[in-house]
């Protein structure tokens, strides 16, 4: 099955500095690239998704990269912010109509200090 | 819509007893799943199901059972717990499409002592 490997564990960064978090996955199959942010205490929500074909996408101040060929993706958040403290999971699942089973890394404790 | 509701919120069960998690969509979502979180581990899948009376097993499916009998309802099963199953689960829900995302409930907090 699928296997994601996620760096680093914990991150902390000065507000307005950029972050990185960098997963690999084991899958050649898998085609879909999710990131989820989970506040403390709080379901996980999606903040951005990549799929296999593409390999970059932008959404405001975060952005995720894919290299298939090295089974690496990776997340980008400049200009952070205080409220972008949280932990940051990313995923990987093939997508083939029979839902979507996604694979999950171990997350990245996101800290932004002021 | 209320989107994917779960109950209850925290529950404190002995070794050996079991209990029922209730899952519930108001999205006419085909998907569901059950996640379970344990602190440093992200998500682990347990079953999940593509409709109505089909369901799958998913990477950590032991000591669990689940039924999918609408479309909308989503229960997982625990007999006999251990404190191994002391963790946070999630449910959550997909649609067929064009979109993937994955929506989660709130959660439910579960220690076996």
């Known amino acids: 099955g699928e296997n994601v490997e996620q760096h680093p564990s914990t991150l902390s960064v000065q507000e307005g500095d950029s972050a990185v978090i960098k997963c690999t996955y084991s899958d050649s199959a898998s085609n879909y690239f999710p990131w989820y942010k989970q506040e403390l205490g709080k379901r996980p929500q999606l903040i951005i998704d990549?799929?296999?074909?593409?390999g970059e996408k932008k959404d405001q101040r975060i952005a995720v990269t894919l290299n298939k060929t090295a089974k690496h993706f990776s997340l980008h958040i400049t200009e952070t912010q205080p409220e972008d403290s949280a932990v940051y999971f990313c995923?990987?699942?093939?997508?083939?109509?029979?839902?979507?089973?996604?694979?999950f890394g171990t997350g990245t404790q996101l800290k932004v200090e002021l | 819509n209320a989107g994917v509701t779960q109950t209850p919120k925290f529950r404190i069960l002995k070794i050996g007893q079991s209990m029922t998690l209730q899952c519930a969509q108001d999205?006419?979502?085909?998907?569901m799943y059950w996640y379970r979180q344990d602190p440093g581990m992200g998500l682990k899948l347990i079953y999940y199901?593509?409709?109505?009376?089909?369901?799958d097993k998913g990477e950590v499916p032991n000591g669990y059972n689940v039924s999918r009998s609408t479309t909308e309802d989503f229960p997982l099963r625990l007999e006999l717990a251990a404190p191994s199953q002391t963790s946070v689960y999630f449910c959550?829900?997909?649609?067929?499409?064009?979109?993937?995302?994955?929506?989660f409930g709130s959660g439910t907090q579960l220690s076996v002592l």
């Open positions: 199901s593509v409709g109505a009376g089909i369901t």
């Open positions: 995923a990987a699942s093939r997508v083939t109509g029979g839902g979507n089973k996604l694979t």
């Open positions: 990549i799929r296999s074909n593409v």
């Open positions: 959550a829900s997909s649609s067929t499409g064009l979109s993937e995302k994955l929506f």
């Open positions: 999205m006419n979502h085909n998907y």
